[in-house]
């Protein structure tokens, strides 16, 4: 069907539905090139500051800024619209707007709120020495599931500006982005857990000699540890574009390997323990020993595992 017949509404609808995708794959893109060579926080930073830089390209707002929420409900990480600040008075503006402000109203309702004009809204918190004019306000929670992940406030000098079309598109961009960004908090919950491992030493393996990686239930990698390439001789952009992570299962394993994967993924286990025969890039054998505990990631099941070479 060519865009020509589409009806005015269904080429309202086409047009923003290509934005938000096009803004879900750039975002993506940046997740994928940035997760194998970059650390927790700066990954993280790019991933929120590219996140705010689409909300307000497609709503054109003037000025912006963005909480990233953790599992508890606290911000753990922000860009406010006012710049660089000191962590003080960082932590301040950001506890005021959470707790008078409207992106506290909206952490509260989990809803987006449309602010027409901020000198007739008491849910706007006005706060001093503040370097920009905000008249309009749209404010829109980015949520995946029951999770609320980032709250994103975007503004503008001019009363009314946020009309409706701007409201729509903003709404389908935040669940499209929503996606990726909870498969940045996924790979942050892998890399705590792989510190906690360094910590408290668990089980009887040496961290030096772990890797660790999230599988798809198709068997694709959807994150992996650098750790990983040097065992198997690939490098790291190598293994994402593996078919699964049976190509690094010797073929004389695969068959028994897949079972008990399978059944981890089924439901019949939530773990795997499991030793067998690897292959390396240049076809030399290796003996893994793999753990593995199925995760549901909102409707997605997910393994997150970590194996080693054993002598």
Not at 97 to 109: Q, S
Not at 193 to 214: G, P, R, T, W, Y
Request: aromatic letters at 8%; proline letters at 1%; a negative charge.
């Amino acid at each position: 069907m060519s865009l020509e017949s589409l009806s005015a509404v269904d080429k309202v609808f086409f047009e923003r539905f290509q934005q938000a995708s096009e803004l879900h794959d750039a975002l993506m893109s940046t997740f994928l090139s940035l997760v194998t060579r970059s650390s927790g926080s700066l990954l993280l930073r790019s991933m929120l500051r590219q996140t705010l830089e689409g909300f307000a390209k497609i709503s054109q707002a003037e000025e912006s800024s963005l909480f990233w929420l953790d599992d508890q409900g606290y911000v753990t990480e922000s860009i406010l619209a006012r710049g660089i600040a000191i962590r003080e008075q960082k932590d301040s503006v950001v506890g005021q707007v959470l707790e008078n402000g409207l992106a506290g109203w909206v952490y509260r309702k989990k809803m987006i709120a449309v602010v027409t004009d901020t000198a007739q809204d008491e849910r706007w918190l006005e706060l001093p020495f503040q370097p920009y004019v905000a008249k309009s306000i749209l404010c829109v929670p980015v949520i995946r599931g029951s999770h609320l992940l980032a709250i994103a406030t975007l503004m503008h000098s001019e009363v009314g500006y946020f009309d409706e079309a701007k409201v729509e598109l903003v709404k389908l961009c935040a669940s499209r982005l929503a996606m990726v960004l909870d498969l940045l908090r996924l790979q942050g919950q892998v890399a705590e857990e792989k510190q906690a491992m360094e910590q408290n030493a668990i089980h009887h393996l040496e961290m030096k000699d772990i890797s660790q990686f999230v599988l798809s239930e198709e068997g694709k990698f959807v994150y992996v540890d650098p750790q990983l390439s040097e065992i198997f001789g690939y490098e790291v952009e190598e293994l994402t574009h593996l078919t699964s992570f049976f190509d690094l299962v010797a073929v004389t394993h695969r068959e028994a390997f897949s079972k008990k994967l399978a059944l981890c993924f089924q439901g019949d286990q939530s773990q795997i323990l499991v030793t067998f025969r690897g292959i390396t890039k240049k076809e030399k054998s290796l003996r893994i020993e793999f753990y593995g505990h199925r995760t549901r990631l909102k409707g997605m099941i997910l393994l997150i595992g970590r194996l080693r070479e054993m002598s």
